[in-house]
């Protein structure tokens, strides 16, 4: 057994010489491990980040890790194909209506259309401004102030006439 080992020590190894030299090479870096372990993830990270574009997208959809497109547009085709053969037949009043439906539908001119026509035909709009009168006499409340804010500043001032005369009553 001894003389198989020293033979295996003797045997050629590029870079270091002999088999034995490489073994104790492996063993003292072996021992190194453990302290490197913690860079184990970040290097394989890095490694990857560089390696992955360069893998052939054809081992990546053979080995499950990317979608084959192929498989994807057979399988729209497939949808495509079933939807075109689910078609929808509609009574005959129903696809009538579905016929005209962008269409807009015939509006009934009120009273006071018919009034603004005849008034833009003419010219003459008093009749349309008689109205507006109307309607802004329902509209306002007489006796009505809008004027709060005027108020408040009455107010103000009533409380500064009562500090000026006490400035007055001090001289």
Request: glycine content about 6%; hydrophobic content about 45%.
């Amino acid at each position: 057994m001894a003389s198989i080992a020293r033979l295996i020590n003797n045997v050629p190894v590029p870079l270091f010489g002999t088999a034995g030299t490489a073994g104790m090479f492996v063993m003292a870096k072996a021992k190194t491990v453990s302290r490197m372990a913690g860079w184990a993830v970040p290097l394989s990270a890095g490694a990857l980040w560089f390696v992955w574009p360069a893998v052939d997208d054809g081992w990546k959809i053979e080995m499950g890790l990317k979608a084959d497109p192929a498989a994807a547009a057979k399988a729209a085709e497939e949808a495509a194909a079933a939807a075109a053969a689910k078609t929808v037949e509609l009574p005959p009043d129903a696809a009538a209506k579905v016929e005209v439906a962008y269409k807009a539908h015939e509006s009934v001119p009120t009273e006071n259309d018919k009034m603004l026509m005849a008034a833009a035909a003419s010219g003459d709009y008093t009749e349309s401004q008689a109205k507006w009168e109307e309607f802004m006499v329902k509209s306002i409340r007489p006796g009505e102030d809008d004027d709060d804010d005027d108020e408040d500043d009455e107010d103000d001032d009533d409380d500064d006439d009562d500090d000026e005369d006490e400035d007055d009553d001090d001289e």
